[in-house]
Structure formats: structure tokens, C-alpha cells
């Protein structure tokens, strides 16, 4: 009995077993979605602002003046009123030499002027008492003459006493070496005591004026009736920037256009002033120039980071209202600061892809990766 109700369910459960097996089998297979793709990309609006138009150049920065500081005077050295590398102001003293054998020869000459200012004012009462005779006829007219010689004679040798009297002066003062102009003084060539000649070929110091300071640049010859028509209405700014062209050194004006065309690389010389008052700005530094020749009013500008290359020229990703992008082709004019006008393709309101365009397909549905700092980074970058 127990083995016949073993095998009656273990019948059942094979039953049970082989139903669910064609169940299984037979039921219907439900399909699978897959997954929309997307892309992780950042974005910008398109911004109307003002553009400017300005014509990009590598320049040098140069000294506005530089000066060989020498002495005009031979003497020994017995002060230094300057640190190397300290700011002078004109006027301020450099050196001093030994004034003892000027002063000396000034006092010779003040003398000298003194004993012939006697002599002159004797020769003048000579003349008044011989006139007065010749007047009675108790004197002739020869002794009359004579003194009127002695007395122009007295005249001159003063002239030439006060003249010796200037030249000291001047001695004693050039025996002080002062600042001719405003400036940073370069390295000391010579020591306290140390005795120079006036004839001396080897300057004391170099003073270099670095407030203003120039820079000189090159730009293409096509752009120079441009200048030249901008010059007579206005004068033109000039930016002066680090080697990335991100960075503002300084702002000046354009001072000299060159005058010839360099045959060689087509190319015409400027020359611009800049202030310069917090010294970023350098002798021998290379920076890129940028002069400013006008405005561009309320541009469609998009970040410069936004722009492709496609098939037929420059292109870019808008992204549309629901979250997927279009290529269009575009049109480009002035670029500043990262951020391009386009003249053609991309209207006001749009928002276009500045990150992660690899691989964007037309259609493809992309998600922002972060809205705020993609808005920020766009706003500096079209500034």
C-alpha cells in the first residue's frame, strides 16, 4: 500500500513538472526596450553683445628710453645715492665726485672777476678826470682816447672773468651726477672711490625707463589703410597680453606707424605707449599685441569652444528644446577673447554644445552635465 502511494505522486509531481516545462515553453516572449542613447555634454546660450574688431601682432616690449650714465668731470668717486635696481626720479643725485678742486677754481675765478672790477673802476675815473680836461683843454684828445681803451679793455677781461666764474660753476655742478629722466637703474659698474676720467668710454650705470614703456609689433600690410583712416578720427587702443593671449598686461594707445613696408614678410611696424604703472610689463618681453580698430554692435556670439569643422566649413551643435541636437552650418566673423561672432546659421535664444560634441550624432539626445558652471564658464568666455 505505501509503495503504491509513492509512486502515484511521484507520478503527479513528473506531471506537474512537464505541464510547467511546455507552459513555459509555449508562452509568448515579451520584448526588450533598449535604452535611448544620450551623451553627457556641456552648453551655452547664444549671447548679443558688443564685439570689438582689433588685428593681432607679436611685439617686443622696449624701454621708452634708456641712458648711459657718465661723468662729465674727472675726480674720485666720494658718494653713491642709489640702491641697483631702486626707481629714480629725474633730478634725483646718482653720484657725487670730489667737489674740493671745483670750488677751488670758482673762488680763483670770483677773485679774479673781483680784482678786475677794481681796475675797471679806476680806469673810469681816469676817464671822467681826462674828460674834464680835454674839456678845459688841459688834456688832449689822444690821452682821452687811450683811456677809453683802458676802460673797454677792463670791460672785456671782466666779461671774461664772469665767464671763468660760469665754467666753475658748471664744473662744481657736474661734479653731482643726477637723473636725466625717470627710471630704474641697472647694475653698478663702478665702486665708491674709484676714480674717473670724463673721457672714460664705459658708462657708470644704465638708467631705463620702463614708465611709459613701448612695444613694438608687426602686423599684415592689408590692415594699414584701415589704421591709417582710423588714426585721423581717433586714437586707436592697443592691448598687450600674455603668451596664452588670455591674460591683460596693459592697455596703451598706438603712437608711430612705421615707415616702409617690410618686402619680406609683408608686414608694417607699429609702436605703442602703454603707462605701465604696475611694471607687468617688461623690457624684452614678448607679448601678443592687440590694436583695437572698432566695434562691432550687438553680435550673435557664441563661445569659440562651440565651433567644428564639418563637410562644408564651420559648424555647431544646437541643442533643442527637448534635450536633442542638430548640426548647423555656420558662418563666423571677428573673433575676441574665446568667443566668435557668427554672421550666419545660429540666431538669438539658441543654445549650442561647447563640451563633448565627440561623437554626437545628429538626433542624439544629450544631458547637461552641470547647467550652472556651464552657464558661468560660457558667460567668461564670451566676455
Known amino acids: 500500500m505505501r509503495g503504491w502511494l509513492t509512486g502515484a505522486i511521484g507520478l503527479t509531481a513528473l506531471g506537474a513538472v512537464l505541464l510547467g516545462y511546455r507552459a513555459i515553453d509555449h508562452a509568448p516572449a515579451k520584448p526588450v526596450m533598449a535604452a535611448p542613447q544620450t551623451r553627457l555634454v556641456s552648453v551655452a546660450d547664444v549671447k548679443i553683445q558688443d564685439m570689438p574688431v582689433a588685428v593681432r601682432g607679436i611685439g617686443t616690449v622696449d624701454p621708452f628710453n634708456t641712458v648711459s650714465i657718465k661723468s662729465r668731470v674727472d675726480g674720485a668717486i666720494v ?15 646718482l653720484f657725487e665726485i670730489d667737489p674740493r678742486p671745483f670750488a677751488a677754481q670758482l673762488a680763483q675765478a670770483e677773485a679774479a672777476l673781483q680784482k678786475d672790477q677794481a681796475v675797471m673802476a679806476n680806469a673810469n675815473a681816469d676817464l671822467q678826470r681826462f674828460q674834464a680836461l680835454s674839456a678845459k683843454e688841459y688834456a688832449s684828445r689822444q690821452s682821452v682816447d687811450t683811456q677809453k681803451a683802458l676802460v673797454a679793455q677792463s670791460q672785456a677781461q671782466m666779461a671774461a672773468d664772469q665767464a671763468q666764474i660760469d665754467m666753475a660753476k658748471l664744473q662744481l655742478n657736474y661734479a653731482t651726477i643726477r637723473a636725466p629722466i625717470g627710471g630704474r637703474v ?25 614708465q611709459p614703456i613701448a612695444v613694438t609689433f608687426t602686423v599684415p600690410q592689408d590692415v594699414l589703410p584701415e589704421i591709417q583712416a582710423r588714426m585721423v578720427q581717433t586714437t586707436l587702443g592697443v592691448e598687450a597680453r600674455g ?48 590694436l583695437m580698430l572698432r566695434t562691432l554692435p550687438n553680435a550673435v556670439t557664441i563661445p569659440e569652444a562651440a565651433i567644428g569643422l564639418g563637410p562644408d566649413g564651420p559648424i555647431a551643435w544646437v541643442m533643442k528644446p ?62
Open 79 to 93: 658718494a653713491i645715492h642709489f640702491e641697483e635696481g631702486q626707481t629714480v626720479k629725474p633730478g634725483d643725485p
Open 186 to 210: 641697472g647694475r653698478r659698474l663702478v665702486d665708491l672711490g674709484n676714480f674717473i676720467l670724463a673721457s672714460d668710454s664705459k658708462p657708470l650705470i644704465t638708467l631705463t625707463q620702463i
Open 243 to 290: 603668451p596664452d593671449n588670455q591674460v591683460l598686461l596693459a592697455t596703451g594707445k598706438l603712437a608711430l606707424v612705421g615707415d616702409a613696408i617690410d618686402r619680406a614678410s609683408g608686414t608694417i611696424s607699429l609702436k605703442a605707449v602703454f603707462e605701465n604703472g604696475d611694471q607687468r610689463l617688461w623690457p624684452g618681453q614678448f607679448v601678443n599685441a592687440r
Open 322 to 383: 527637448d534635450s536633442t541636437v542638430t548640426m548647423r552650418n555656420i558662418e563666423i566673423g571677428v573673433k575676441a577673447q574665446g568667443a566668435v561672432a557668427v554672421t550666419k546659421g545660429i540666431s538669438r535664444g539658441e543654445t549650442v554644445v561647447v563640451e563633448g560634441q565627440d561623437g554626437v550624432t545628429e538626433g542624439m539626445r544629450v544631458t547637461v552635465s552641470d547647467p550652472q558652471a556651464t552657464a558661468a564658464a560660457a558667460g567668461g568666455k564670451g566676455a
